[in-house]
């Protein structure tokens, strides 16, 4: 094998390198993007249960104060749609964060 041959193989090896690097960089940004975008989706929907849950309390407190209650029933026509918003929340944190732990594992 002449020299010139040698050298344009080996430049063959770090161009086809070069490229499975580029392809790998490319594959785990988008990963870690990705992993970004569910960390702030999982954030913003705990905003969401936190004010749900306010709303919830504040509810409850005008239902003891403003309307004299001694009780409130989860059935009740003020606290029922509220109760379910914040379930719905709740699933929809729980499936984002094992989707978020199971691209951590991947990596």
Do not use: H
């Amino acid at each position: 094998m002449t020299f010139s041959e040698r050298m344009k193989e080996m430049l063959d090896q770090g161009v086809a390198a070069s490229k499975e690097f580029a392809v790998k960089a490319g594959a785990k940004a988008q990963d870690l993007g990705e992993r970004g975008v569910l960390m702030l989706e999982i954030k913003q929907l705990e905003s969401q249960a936190q004010k749900l849950l306010s709303r919830l309390g504040n509810e409850a407190y005008r239902a003891f104060t403003e309307r004299d209650q001694s009780g409130i029933d989860r059935e009740a026509p003020e606290i029922k749609p509220i109760l379910a918003e914040i379930a719905s929340v709740r699933d929809a944190i729980e499936k984002k964060d094992a989707d978020l732990k199971s691209r951590k594992a991947n990596t």
